[in-house]
């Protein structure tokens, strides 16, 4: 979005710059929020503008005040309006207050996108403002653009768990690989590109064990804004499989083992027997000593080997810090995800080619739906072009 210093802006041009800004953060400020701030002078013309930049960095508000000129900043500030997409914050954390910081200053209005759902800020930071003389009031405009933006930290504190995005590359016709397992490259170098940003820009990818010892992937984030960025790595692998080979994988050699969680069904772990079993736990106390989290689920509540209870899981990596997971395959994962209504996004990248029906595998195979009624449905849909392929991006419902 281009715009200057000195440009007349109206109320919705303000907040759309304000989202502008806030993407800057994407990837760099959990578990906060990405906020974006804009000021304008009592003409309506931008004066500074602001993003945060990193977590324990200063907030968008800050960011956006400290562009001012201490010297000329009170006399600069008379009659402004700041804009910005999350209500300021009311409490001291590693930053002070920002509704405080703001009310410092002689700005006669503040107009925010969205009302912080974080219990501790909550209205709050509104009603510091208002006590202090200062309009405030919630945008009314582009809520949806909003509530988009925010959709990580809003699941965070509305759910208390981390939110879930699948990533998919498909052909037309639904399939993610031939039966041979073989799958590069069906996206594009542009699809393979905004991949690595998606990598960068979520806490943690996750993967199932078929993907992870059958494509041998990295799953770190190559994109330049985050080659300074280590992501985390979930894999889920009930029977243990990947244990002889997890030391040794490519996914193991670009990150810490600290940044690996590796999930297993307790009661495979209970089934190993005689040498096996002790192989298999030599294996496990191996990883656990150099660092990889270890989660056992209980698979008897749903009656399958690989039926971890989604909900349980992304509980617990919440409890682990992690706000926001990539879901990259296999089929039977997204099938899972989207079977138990664990996803809260689709990211879909499409090539322009068939690849058959008894041939290939396709992305949705394991999951079942009884009537028409009960079909997945995504809502506020978003389309892009990447050369020849397409993404499709939305919010999962049912």
């Not at 990883?287 to 056992?296: A, D, I, K, M």
Request: proline fraction near 4%; glycine fraction near 8%; charged fraction near 20%.
């Amino acid at each position: 979005m281009k715009v200057e210093l000195g440009q007349n802006l109206s109320a919705e041009q303000a907040i759309k710059l304000a989202i502008f800004e806030a993407k800057k953060g994407q990837g760099f400020v959990a578990p906060n929020p990405v906020v974006g701030a804009v000021i304008l002078d009592q003409q309506g013309r931008l004066i500074s503008f602001g993003h945060h930049a990193r977590c324990g960095g200063d907030h968008a508000e800050v960011a956006a005040l400290k562009k001012i000129p201490a010297k000329t900043r009170t006399e600069v500030l008379k009659g402004t309006q700041v804009f910005v997409t999350l209500e300021p914050c009311a409490h001291q954390g590693r930053t002070p207050s920002c509704a405080q910081e703001l009310a410092r200053w002689p700005i006669a209005k503040v107009v925010y996108g969205l009302e912080d759902p974080n219990p501790r800020v909550s209205g709050r930071g509104a009603e510091i403002l208002r006590q202090a003389g200062v309009l405030c009031e919630p945008s009314e405009v582009l809520q949806e653009e909003l509530e988009d933006l925010a959709e990580i930290f809003l699941t965070n504190m509305r759910q208390q768990t981390c939110f879930v995005a699948l990533k998919v590359a498909t052909s037309l016709d639904g399939h993610l690989a031939m039966r041979d397992g073989k799958s590069q490259w069906i996206s594009n170098e542009k699809a393979r590109h905004s991949v690595q940003y998606l990598r960068g820009v979520y806490d943690a990818v996750l993967v199932g064990s078929g993907t992870f010892l059958v494509d041998q992937p990295r799953l770190n984030s190559r994109h330049p804004r985050f080659m300074q960025k280590t992501n985390h790595l979930v894999v889920l692998d009930p029977s243990g499989d990947t244990l002889p080979h997890f030391i040794e994988s490519p996914a193991a050699q670009v990150r810490p083992l600290q940044q690996i969680t590796l999930v297993i069904s307790r009661q495979q772990k209970e089934k190993w027997s005689g040498s096996q079993l002790g192989q298999r736990d030599q294996q496990l106390k191996e990883l656990q000593e150099r660092g990889v989290t270890l989660l056992f689920f209980d698979e008897s509540s749903r009656g399958g080997q690989s039926s971890v209870d989604l909900a349980w899981l992304k509980k617990e990596l919440f409890g682990m810090g992690l706000t926001s997971i990539l879901v990259e395959g296999g089929a039977h994962t997204h099938s899972t995800f989207l079977q138990q209504g664990a996803a809260d996004r689709i990211y879909q990248f499409i090539a322009p080619v068939f690849m058959g029906g008894s041939s290939a595998i396709n992305w949705t195979q394991d999951l079942s739906i009884r009537d028409f009624d009960q079909r997945v449905k995504l809502s506020r849909v978003q389309f892009f072009r990447l050369g020849e392929n397409a993404l499709v991006t939305g919010r999962l419902f049912r």
